[in-house]
């Protein structure tokens, strides 16, 4: 059964902590993305990778990294740095070029 | 730069039809994709679009203008469980990475 999975669903970050958003997929795709949704926001881009060992910053890298060692996962962290890190956060994949890409369930942060 | 243009909000009533209109302005066109969007769920695929005119998906058609820079989602019989956010997308040339409009958030009412 293939799919994209995002863990966990909710987490909390005390101020100060960097925390780190995991996202698997089984679909053999070769590229991934990491989007930020606000209310009322479209979908931004922090980062994407289009091939293992090689990442991109999207519209809105600051305060985030991210790491691309196996072509199913593609982890998040959301360090310190970023100042307002409290949104709904959704990973997704594609084969690569024009091709749709498939979400995954997405991960809402909030910050204690 | 790149601008997608959709309106915030509509409301429709069940049975019936409603369009959801997305103009863009990017830096070359790959083609136009539609998302729907339940609220907290993730975006699942609708359809995409790469020439002109229109494609039809059971209830569900969307159509391009590459010259007018211009989509619509048509969404007929429309049921309370389409009440979402509809994302528009578009693709520019050279990046393959889609840039999302701000949504429209379809309320279906009985």
């Known amino acids: 059964d293939g799919g994209i999975t995002q863990s966990p669903k909710y987490l909390f970050r005390k101020e100060g902590q960097n925390v780190t958003l995991s996202c698997e997929q089984n679909l053999n795709h070769d590229a991934m993305y990491w989007y930020r949704q606000d209310p009322g926001q479209g979908l931004r881009l922090i980062y994407y990778?289009?091939?293992?060992?090689?990442?991109q910053k999207g519209d809105i890298a600051e305060g985030y990294s991210v790491s691309r060692e196996k072509k199913e996962s593609f982890p998040l962290t959301v360090t310190s740095a970023q100042k307002n890190p409290t949104a709904f956060y959704l990973c997704a994949s594609s084969a690569g070029g024009a091709e749709t890409q498939y979400f995954g369930p997405g991960t809402r942060l909030l910050v204690l | 730069g790149q601008n997608i243009d959709q309106p915030t909000e509509m409301t429709a009533t069940e049975g019936a039809i409603v369009q959801i209109n997305c103009t863009y302005q990017?830096?070359?066109?790959?083609?136009l994709f539609w998302y729907q969007q339940h609220a907290g769920e993730a975006p699942t695929f609708l359809s995409y679009?790469?020439?002109?005119g229109l494609e039809e998906k059971g209830r569900f058609s969307s159509f391009l203008s590459r010259s007018k820079g211009y989509s619509y989602l048509l969404l007929k019989e429309l049921q309370m469980k389409d009440s979402a956010s509809y994302l528009c997308a578009a693709l520019s040339g050279g990046s393959y990475i889609p840039t999302f409009g701000r949504g429209t958030s379809l309320i279906v009412h009985p």
């Open positions: 990017t830096s070359g066109f790959n083609g």
């Open positions: 679009n790469v020439l002109d």
């Open positions: 990778s289009q091939i293992v060992n090689d990442f």
